[in-house]
């Protein structure tokens, strides 16, 4: 597990009704596309469409593990298995679904927020990286979502 620093900042302003989305201090175009594809280029990622949120947004899921069999390591109660999804460029944020004590250290640290509309404690926007600094911690934290959602915490 990456070790987590306090988010220099302000948290960016967020939708409170509605798509659950970040508002103010998105990624530049340049981060997002390199998110996008640092984060296709993980072992068994394949983008996918999500089943939870809009047509834009661009879902990570496994080429070889499609069932879900622990609810909260998925975005989506259908599959397949959605542990994190990317909003478009003109959000830039994250959801993804992380341990329930990861997740609060995320949220304690100012990385990210509980997702209104969650089913389980586990589910989590992160804020979209500003930096490369921050794309790297997001990427990391990506990964542990993919670890969790494989079972291999």
Known sequence: MHPLLQRKGARPTTAES???AQLTDQSSPEIWNSLIS???NFPHVIEGRSSVSMATTRALLFDDKTTILNPETSLSPHE???PVHIH???DTSLHMCLPKERTEEVCELG???RH???DFDTQIMVYGPRDAEELRLV???VKESLSYARQEN
């Open 139 to 141: 990427l990391e934290l």
């Open 38 to 40: 640092e984060a296709l």
């Open 116 to 118: 209104p509309f969650a």
């Open 88 to 90: 478009d460029v003109t």
């Open 111 to 113: 990385w990210g927020e």
């Open 80 to 82: 397949p298995l959605e």
């Open 18 to 20: 509605g798509p659950h």
